[in-house]
């Protein structure tokens, strides 16, 4: 069997959430390159079309679509807004994320309520309107991208460590009612990476920032956007036919 065969993606339409930089535009960038029309979501027309340029110049198929996540049932619009630029939605990745950090003496309601609005609230949205057609087609992948801390929480992201686990839960529950429709649903689990949501922290102290990088994993560093790219790719393509509800973590080594 030919690689592309397994891993390739050409007759594909991805709808990628959050994907105007870090991991959103790596993996957008790199489902594109494997030959799926990705549909770059970003919170404004702009953010998402300079996505698209760069995929476009690779000679990929990029096409922007916006939305603002933390408001009342964006998830549902969303996935209608990109069926009507691209037709429909084989694959769908669930990057976009709310995170504050605060301990849990220390959580606002307003805090709390914008994280669970991005990350689970809008979740469901886009599962209860992405799940039934691909069901009726016969084939979907929906990659979610979690976060290390849904299993090894640290305090300072309680609330957000809390709803990145019932994420992936959900994850874990369509999966099993979906499989027999040959819709594949797993989530990808980073560690650290080195994206402009540390970039402060990095800034600020760059020395601090290296020595609690490298005293996190067995690597000794931060992970790249770039390097969460292949296991997308595994997660939205043929390879994925006999693996759902799992979670592939790639951080490094803990």
Not at 12 to 25: K, Q
Request: overall charge neutral; proline content about 3%; glycine content about 10%.
């Amino acid at each position: 069997m030919r690689l592309e065969q397994v891993f390739g993606l050409a007759g594909r339409t991805a709808l990628v959430t959050g994907a105007s930089r870090g991991i959103g535009a790596a993996i957008a960038e790199g489902l594109a390159g494997a030959g799926a029309t990705v549909i770059v979501h970003a919170t404004t027309l702009p953010k998402a079309e300079a996505t698209c340029a760069r995929i476009i110049d690779a000679g990929g198929r990029g096409l922007g679509v916006a939305g603002d996540l933390v408001l009342p049932a964006a998830g549902t619009r969303l996935i209608a807004d990109a069926v009507a630029v691209a037709g429909q939605v084989d694959i769908l990745v669930i990057n976009a994320s709310a995170q504050i950090n605060a301990p849990l003496d220390a959580l606002t309601e307003a805090d709390l309520e914008m994280q669970l609005s991005v990350n689970l609230r809008a979740t469901i949205n886009l599962l209860q309107s992405a799940l039934p057609p691909m069901a009726a087609r016969g084939w979907g992948r929906v990659v979610n991208i979690g976060s290390i801390n849904q299993s090894r929480p640290k305090s300072v992201v309680t609330a957000y460590a809390a709803i990145k686990a019932a994420q992936h839960n959900l994850i874990q529950s369509q999966a099993r009612d979906y499989a027999r429709y040959g819709v594949m649903l797993n989530t990808l689990s980073p560690g650290l990476i080195d994206t402009d949501r540390n970039a402060h922290r990095k800034a600020t102290d760059p020395q601090a920032w290296q020595d609690y990088a490298r005293s996190l994993n067995w690597v000794e560093r931060a992970g790249f956007s770039e390097e969460m790219v292949g296991a997308a790719i595994l997660l939205s393509s043929d390879a994925c036919s006999f693996m759902t509800g799992e979670v592939i973590t790639l951080s490094g080594g803990q």
